[in-house]
């Protein structure tokens, strides 16, 4: 605007030709001239007025084309498109690549274009609407937030549904991320626990929804509604105050929703196959690494290095670590195993109990009798209507019915060694493997003893039929001489006795003649 003020002044005051004009200003002739003739249009006749001067120049850009926004970018927009339509079809929305993901891939890609253009051209593909979010201000160290939110990935090769658990300090923007199988109590108050851990202390208020893990009552009046009483046992252990959003006003915790979205987004847009959980996790940790260490919209610093003036308002952290178990009683079925979450558990029958206590860890449940002496361990299961049975717990029960071995889940369940030594050696005969399973938990020695001695013996001579007798005299053997054993060690002593048992009988016929 600057420019034609003066292009004009001298053209009228000055009197300077178009060519000396555009010689001074190192504009072409035909711009000088066009913005003279402009001014004729619209001042109506040939002289200097003051709306002409003072208007910006005007230029038509109908017909131009983009010249970065290349047919190969458009190609490569598009695609991303399909793969966040292919997305919504299997149900991961919320895993879809935003306008800001597609631009910062296209730069990694090596393509120079800008963010506005790579927006105008998705929004001309989609025709989608922004979300609005109402910026809050946060004191240092006072509140966070927490919420859980949804994830699909290829967990293993399968699709696997997973929970989000997402911490976000509003004042340093800071964020941790955990995923979890399920969206429990224990899985709750574990995120909590690692939460606290991680960033060195606790902040003197957390904020959530009317979560079922979080509200033991719900009424549409704050202020009466009840917390959960492992809630209340969190809060008093770690000393902060749990605060409730209004019913339906999500925006009242604004920043971790919106952070829920970014991490999950920032994290497994591109990469969603994992060999394991432990292995996403691992994935998560590092991208969310990588946020906080990025500066936020309007800051100078990055989030962590706000954080470094946060954690000087934090609260202290325990001395002790808080157990994060939920523990509840539970009546022993007819098949020796109790019910959490609708799967089932086994438990020993010779406890001989109708009901005991467990405690449910987000990966374990341990199992204990009704005076807190230990009784069992298992692995958490995942799905429903599943069992986790474990062959040792059913000793009596199997000695009374030794046929139901060969078909029982707690056999099908067992490792592959103990399977092969029964199906192998024992099929026929099931009250020696019993005998063998009981010898073997009152002695405290594992299967895999038992499949070496098994596999020196076969070695020596491989037509000779497994007994237990044998197994258990060359175990005591071991045991006795407290060395492992090895295909190169001397027979042992039944070996011996077997032979002087023969040279007797041998001599015993010989008199017989």
């Given at each position: ?184 109590t224990p899985s709750f108050l574990w ?22 893990t979080a509200v033991a009552k719900f ?31 999500g925006n009242e915790k604004g920043h ?258």
């Amino acid at each position: 605007m600057v420019q034609k003020q003066q292009i004009i002044l001298d053209y009228y005051k000055r009197g300077l030709s178009i060519r000396e004009i555009s010689r001074q200003t190192r504009l072409h002739r035909k711009t000088i001239k066009a913005h003279i003739e402009k001014y004729k249009q619209e001042t109506g006749f040939d002289q200097l007025g003051c709306e002409g001067v003072v208007l910006p120049p005007e230029y038509d850009s109908s017909a131009r084309k983009p010249r970065k926004l290349t047919e190969q970018i458009k190609a490569i927009i598009r695609e991303f498109i399909q793969a966040n339509e292919r997305k919504v079809n299997n149900r991961m929305r919320k895993q879809c690549m935003c306008a800001t993901d597609m631009h910062e891939e296209l730069v990694n890609r090596g393509f120079d274009i800008g963010y506005t253009t790579v927006c105008q051209f998705v929004k001309t593909e989609t025709h989608r609407r922004t979300e609005k979010f109402i910026k809050q201000h946060h004191a240092p160290g006072k509140s966070a937030e927490f919420d859980w939110g949804h994830c699909k990935l290829f967990i293993g090769g399968k699709l696997t549904k997973l929970n989000l658990a997402v911490f976000s300090l509003p004042y340093s923007n800071r964020r941790w991320s955990y995923l979890f199988d399920r969206q429990d109590t224990p899985s709750f108050l574990w995120a909590h626990v690692l939460f606290f851990k991680d960033i060195g202390g606790i902040p003197h208020e957390i904020v959530y929804d009317n979560m079922k893990t979080a509200v033991a009552k719900f009424s549409y009046n704050n202020r009466l509604k009840q917390p959960t009483t492992e809630l209340l046992k969190l809060s008093t252990f770690h000393i902060f105050t749990p605060r409730f959003c209004n019913a339906y006003k999500g925006n009242e915790k604004g920043h971790v929703e919106n952070s829920v979205e970014f991490v999950r987004r920032k994290s497994f847009c591109v990469d969603d196959h994992f060999d394991s959980l432990e292995h996403a996790n691992k994935h998560l940790s590092y991208k969310v690494q990588q946020l906080n260490g990025r500066k936020s919209s309007g800051q100078e610093l990055t989030n962590f290095q706000r954080f470094e003036n946060e954690i000087k308002h934090l609260g202290a952290l325990p001395a002790s670590t808080y157990d994060i178990a939920v523990s509840d009683y539970y009546k022993v079925s007819k098949y020796s195993s109790i019910q959490v979450d609708n799967n089932q558990y086994s438990v020993p029958d010779f406890s001989s109990l109708s009901s005991v206590q467990a405690k449910v860890y987000p990966d374990r449940i341990c199992i204990y009798n009704l005076q807190g002496q230990w009784l069992a361990q298992h692995q958490r299961l995942t799905g429903k209507n599943s069992w986790s049975l474990t062959l040792e717990h059913y000793r009596i029960t199997l000695m009374r019915k030794p046929g139901a071995v060969a078909n029982s889940m707690a056999l099908n369940q067992a490792s592959t060694l103990v399977k092969d030594i029964f199906y192998g050696h024992f099929q026929d005969r099931p009250v020696e493997f019993i005998k063998l399973l009981n010898y073997l938990s009152d002695n405290s020695i594992s299967f895999d003893s038992v499949g070496s001695v098994i596999k020196i013996i076969l070695d020596k001579a491989p037509h000779m039929k497994i007994t237990f007798d044998y197994l258990k005299c060359q175990l005591e053997a071991n045991r006795n001489s407290n060395d492992p054993p090895s295909s190169h060690d001397q027979p042992c002593p039944l070996s011996k006795s077997i032979l002087q048992s023969c040279g007797q009988q041998l001599n015993d016929y010989q008199t017989l003649f």
